[in-house]
């Protein structure tokens, strides 16, 4: 049977750029998709830029035009990979045009902004797509399941953290996240830390409905590029208590200057039978403590990937043998196609990215108001 082709338009080919593209490749190698997918055309900030990128990621066409390619009829998805203030208008762009969209996030640095991709989606009856990949790791889902089937007991506690150190150098330029319209390292990488929180509790123990932030700029200026100086408004570190509807407590904590951490994306959820334990640095392992264990034998045991945890088993038939990166992006390429198709939601849209938003603007208030913030 002759599947439908679904032309691709990428805005952006730098590491999320690139990123979106191996998911794809991988995605049609490994899953059964509802489309034959073609990479039609990518955009880019300059003519040779663009034509370079099409060269090395297989592209068919390349412009410095992003509107040109938003309104192509040609183009079915659009891909947004670009910096975070550029996002609200290539998508209502895209939007308007009747394209699906998969945007990298954070959705929008402006809930307002957020809300209105969201509703603009939902009135055109376009798919949507926020790129929150670290979700769709198999032992997350895992995770998600012990906890909603009460494997924990009720929920008592979280702890969250996302923590890199790409800004830890204070000579670095500054950059477009730097910007105060970009959002700061919250918004950046914290934003992580919160989807994962409202992901694996929300069956158990319910949303997130009040924060009391703490958000602080470490590094006060940084160069222009220009031979100048230019002050840094954003939050380095951003961090908050949180409570849940069930009455749990927790944390998280964004942090884009944590000298030494590449890739730290952390959670330990405690509860009154049980407690899980889980590090990005060895995102193919979970692990689980039972207070069923014998005195004397109690202690977090290691649960390796593999098969048993889906979609693991279409990668590899042997389990311990790891995922990767782009294989995570993989899996929510695919499952952003079959919700293109119809066969089942969208896995975290423009609503869902929206939430993430409003988080975190409730998170920056209560850090200028030095209070607790209810979350609607």
Request: hydrophobic share 40%; charged share 25%.
């Amino acid at each position: 049977m002759t599947k439908r082709k679904l032309r691709i338009g990428l805005i952006g080919s730098g590491f999320m750029g690139k990123a979106h593209v191996f998911g794809y490749s991988i995605a049609m190698r490994v899953f059964d998709l509802p489309f034959d997918l073609e990479l039609h055309t990518i955009a880019d900030i300059t003519d040779e830029a663009a034509a370079k990128a099409a060269s090395s990621l297989g592209f068919a066409r390349s412009t410095s035009d992003w509107r040109s390619l938003v309104t192509s009829p040609d183009i079915d998805v659009v891909n947004i990979t670009t910096p975070n203030t550029l996002h609200r208008d290539m998508a209502l762009a895209a939007i308007a045009g009747g394209k699906h969209v998969y945007c990298e996030k954070p959705l929008a640095p402006l809930a307002t902004d957020a809300r209105e991709m969201a509703e603009a989606a939902e009135a055109a009856g376009v798919k949507t797509q926020v790129g929150f990949n670290y979700l769709c790791n198999p032992m997350l889902g895992f995770a998600r399941d012990m906890i909603a089937a009460g494997e924990l007991g009720e929920i008592r506690g979280y702890r969250g953290v996302h923590a890199e150190d790409y800004m830890a150098d204070s000579a670095g330029p500054f950059t477009f996240r730097h910007d105060p319209a970009g959002g700061g390292a919250l918004a950046d990488i914290g934003s992580h830390a919160l989807a994962t929180a409202e992901f694996l509790l929300s069956p158990a123990a319910g949303p997130i409905t009040q924060v009391m932030g703490d958000c602080v700029t470490m590094i006060k200026e940084r160069p222009d590029g220009k031979g100048g100086r230019r002050r840094v408004e954003v939050d380095d570190v951003g961090r908050a208590f949180l409570r849940f509807a069930n009455g749990a407590s927790g944390s998280i904590e964004g942090n884009w200057i944590a000298t030494g951490r590449k890739m730290q994306h952390d959670f330990e959820v405690y509860g009154s039978k049980g407690a899980l334990a889980f590090s990005q640095e060895r995102f193919n392992e979970l692990h689980f403590f039972s207070t069923d264990d014998h005195p004397g034998r109690q202690g977090f045991r290691r649960i390796e990937a593999g098969p048993d945890h889906r979609p693991y088993g279409l990668f590899c038939v042997a389990p311990g043998h790891q995922l990767g990166f782009n294989d995570l992006k993989a899996i929510e390429a695919a499952a952003y196609l079959d919700a293109i198709a119809g066969h089942r939601s969208e896995p975290y849209n423009f609503r869902a990215g929206l939430r993430i938003q409003m988080l975190v603007e409730a998170i920056h208030a209560s850090s200028r108001a030095g209070t607790w913030k209810d979350v609607g």
